[in-house]
Nanobody, 117 residues
Framework: QVQLVESGGGLVQAGGSLRLSCALSGNVFSTDVMDWYRQAPGKQRDLVGTNTKTGTTSYADSVTGRFTISRDNAKNTVYLQMNSLKPEDTAVYYC???????????WGKGTLVTVSS
């Protein structure tokens, strides 16, 4: 089992920055891939970006060049640095941990990001 807790959300003006954190606990060594998702009000949950334990990172087109995923393995924490925020980035942001070999995934409860215009 892996537990995830997101933090760092809040209210920010358009053009501003926030850094979200996802703290992992439990069997963190079984985690192969970390994802960040977001869900805006009334919309489906969409993938924001992915980071593998080998260091490969990919992003949705809508956030490429503005968002960056990084890991601090010593702290068992994954970050989502969000710059040049836009009102359309307003959503609840979730992190997800995946164990590829066993086909398991774990989700946090999310943190709300609100970007005002």
């Amino acid at each position: 089992q892996v537990q995830l807790v997101e933090s760092g959300g809040g209210l920010v003006q358009a053009g501003g920055s926030l850094r979200l954190s996802c703290a992992l606990s439990g069997n963190v060594f079984s985690t192969d891939v970390m994802d960040w998702y977001r869900q805006a009000p009334g919309k489906q949950r969409d993938l924001v970006g992915t980071n593998t334990k080998t260091g490969t990172t990919s992003y949705a087109d809508s956030v490429t060049g503005r968002f960056t995923i990084s890991r601090d393995n010593a702290k068992n924490t994954v970050y989502l640095q969000m710059n040049s925020l836009k009102p359309e980035d307003t959503a609840v942001y979730y992190c997800r941990a995946r164990n590829i070999a066993y086909g398991r995934d774990y989700w946090g409860k999310g943190t709300l990001v609100t970007v005002s215009s």
